[in-house]
């Protein structure tokens, strides 16, 4: 299983991105996906998760701001960003839990600035 993300760019506070991960090869619907970020000087920090049935998580920093969301036909989880903020810059990655293995993507530079 690989994961690829994009979706990343430079925006100004206050505005929208929506990330994307795809997943390639056999990934299971029983898979844990989640985003992860990275902000220089930081240590990583889970943002939100989805679960096998739909259930969400998130970081309390991005509660009622950011929404994930899993097209399993597809094999994508998506993360959308709303009203961000200049501390949402990071590197974001996706990850998933699945046949018992961390499997990570490559991050995606998200830049908030006026």
């Known amino acids: 299983v690989q994961l690829q993300a994009s979706g990343g760019g430079l925006v100004q506070p206050g505005e929208s991105l929506r990330l994307s991960c795809a997943a390639s090869?056999?990934?299971?619907?029983?898979?844990?996906m989640a985003w992860y970020r990275q902000a220089p000087g930081k240590q990583r920090e889970l943002v939100a998760r989805i679960i096998p049935g739909g259930t969400t998580g998130y970081a309390d920093s991005v509660k009622g701001r950011f929404s994930i969301s899993r097209d399993i036909r597809k094999k994508t989880v998506y993360l959308q960003m709303n009203i961000l903020k200049p501390e949402d810059t990071a590197v974001y990655s996706c990850?998933?839990?699945?046949?018992?293995?961390?499997?990570w993507g490559q991050g995606t530079q998200v830049t908030v600035s006026s």
């Open positions: 090869g056999n990934i299971p619907s029983s898979a844990l």
């Open positions: 990850y998933a839990y699945a046949y018992g293995t961390d499997v």
